[in-house]
């Protein structure tokens, strides 16, 4: 089957299952938000949800290293470079708690941004300075809330999958809560799905 047959397979399959677990996730946040108060069963769906779609692909091979050196037992800034889509799969898929920064458009997407506002991942207004400051209180709350916080520094997929320069709010985040920084190092994904386009490729 050719890459482009392949590839509408499947990102139908993301909207088909996407229409289908959202409705769970949704009963999960109103069964549990009373007693659940970082939405840490919620966000563990989630991650299931996502690394759904790094499973069903053939032509995938996601594998890890250093996974034991996650921080689980205190909040901490996750930082990760940023080469594709497919990275917000493969991070989900290493089923740790925190909370997502995103810009605002994602929250929009049928769905998929109706489940990250069910888990109140972190909005970013992109393009302003009174956006940025919004999302580090933001994430700052969260963080006192027991919660770790997930921030792509580069701000945006670098198209050839080199290094971009950082932009400070993961910084300025870490230094107001004293939260530590954890880099994460992403390979290959720029590969898979390159930036702009929907043509899935093997790794």
């Not at 709010?169 to 230094?175: K, M, Q, S, Y």
Request: hydrophobic share 45%.
């Amino acid at each position: 089957m050719g890459n482009h047959v392949l590839s509408i397979c499947y990102w139908g399959f993301v909207l088909g299952s996407s229409m289908v677990l959202f409705p769970l996730a949704a009963l999960i946040r109103f069964f549990t938000q009373l007693f659940d108060r970082r939405l840490a069963l919620l966000h563990r769906f989630t991650c299931f949800w996502a690394a759904l779609y790094t499973w069903v692909y053939p032509r995938w091979r996601v594998s890890f290293e250093g996974r034991e050196k996650l921080a689980r037992n205190r909040p901490v800034v996750f930082v990760a470079n940023h080469q594709s889509l497919v990275d917000i799969f493969v991070l989900f898929r290493l089923f740790v708690h925190f909370k997502w920064v995103s810009k605002a458009e994602n929250f929009r997407i049928p769905f998929i941004g109706w489940n990250m506002s069910l888990n109140k991942y972190i909005r970013l207004d992109r393009g302003s300075r009174s956006g940025n400051l919004g999302m580090i209180r933001s994430a700052a709350s969260a963080i006192r809330g027991g919660n770790s916080v997930m921030i792509f520094p580069e701000g945006t997929r670098s198209t050839d999958g080199t290094l971009q320069k950082f932009r400070p709010g993961a910084f300025e985040l870490a230094l107001m809560t004293s939260a530590p920084v954890q880099p994460i190092v992403i390979d290959g994904s720029a590969g898979a799905l390159p930036k702009r386009s929907y043509v899935l490729r093997g790794t």
